[in-house]
C-alpha cells in the first residue's frame, strides 16, 4: 500500500506519525493512563528521560519510518534525520508554551 505512494506522501504521513507517537509519549496521560504509568516506573532511568525530551525521542522513533521511505541503504542516515527534523519542527509549531525549556538546559539553570 504505502510503495503505491509517492515520496512526498510517504514522507508526509511518516512525518505526521512520528510527531504523532513522540507527542503522545512525552506530552500525554495515554489511553487509559498508560504512558503515565510507563514513565513513573521507568523513573529517572535513561528511558524515563528520554520520555521527557521531544527531540531525543524523535530520532528513536523516526528509526523504523526511515525504512518506509528511503529506498536504498546510502539513503538512511539523511531520510533517518529529516524525518526526525520535520517532527520536531512540527512540535515547535504547534507547541502552545512558547517559553518551554528544553529539559537539558533546565537543569543547567540556563534560560
Known amino acids: 500500500m504505502l510503495n503505491d505512494l509517492s515520496l ?32 513513573v516506573r521507568l523513573g529517572d532511568s535513561q528511558a524515563g528521560r528520554a520520555m521527557d525530551c521531544f527531540y531525543c525521542l524523535s530520532l528513536w522513533i523516526a528509526i523504523p519510518f526511515t525504512f518506509v521511505v528511503a529506498r536504498h541503504v546510502w539513503d538512511w542516515f539523511i531520510f533517518w534525520l529529516a524525518l526526525s527534523a520535520a517532527a ?24
Not at 511518516?14 to 503522545?24: K, Y
Request: one cysteine or more; aromatic letters at 4%; a positive charge.
Open 88 to 111: 520536531a519542527l512540527l512540535e515547535q509549531a504547534t507547541n502552545r508554551d512558547i517559553n518551554q525549556i528544553h529539559p537539558s538546559r533546565r537543569k543547567e539553570g540556563k534560560e
Open 8 to 39: 512526498e506522501m510517504r514522507l508526509l504521513l511518516c512525518v505526521l506519525a512520528i510527531w504523532r507517537l513522540t507527542h503522545l509519549i512525552v506530552a500525554e496521560d495515554g489511553p487509559w493512563d498508560v504512558i503515565v504509568k510507563v514513565r
